[in-house]
């Protein structure tokens, strides 16, 4: 069973990557409603789509990480999303654990991921709006080759 091995932020991910994801619509900071990963060859690419305040991320955004080692339950990333459009980068550490059960994720999900997690720094118009400190949260669906966020909810930040 492969896990999801970054964000940012996204959080990979896994940051546009609390422990529990914000329902669709209820997060209050900038947020990304669609995640979607490819692993291949150790790494994981992730891509942010849906991301508002598009002043801040351009509306959507992405990294390359090294992939968490297959079979790993829980660990840590540091990640950084570039924004679209050259609204800059957010750079994360971001925990992620498998949860119990599947929640909302689709049929083929392997296990169900918890992201959390803090911004630790950034560059370009992306750094006014997501701010050093601010939380990383996320539940994600992981599948055997891709990952997407648990259906209902958000990327926050």
Do not use: Y
Not at 51 to 73: E, N, Q, S, W
Not at 134 to 150: F, Y
């Amino acid at each position: 069973m492969r896990k999801f091995g970054g964000v940012l932020l996204a959080a990979a991910m896994v940051l546009s990557v609390g422990l529990i994801a914000a329902p669709a619509g209820a997060a209050a900071g900038p947020q990304c409603a669609a995640l979607k990963t490819k692993t291949a060859n150790g790494k994981l690419t992730a891509s942010l789509s849906k991301c508002t305040p598009t002043a801040a991320t351009g509306g959507a955004g992405g990294g390359t990480f090294a992939a968490a080692a297959k079979g790993t339950k829980s660990g840590t990333l540091a990640i950084t999303i570039t924004w679209a459009t050259g609204h800059g980068t957010s750079k994360g550490n971001v925990t992620f654990t498998t949860a119990k059960g599947l929640g909302k994720c689709p049929k083929g999900t392997t296990s169900l991921l918890t992201i959390g997690g803090k911004v630790i720094g950034g560059t370009g118009t992306a750094v006014k709006t997501i701010k050093v400190g601010q939380k990383i949260s996320a539940a994600v669906c992981a599948g055997a080759t891709s990952d997407t966020l648990e259906p209902g909810t958000v990327l926050a930040i």
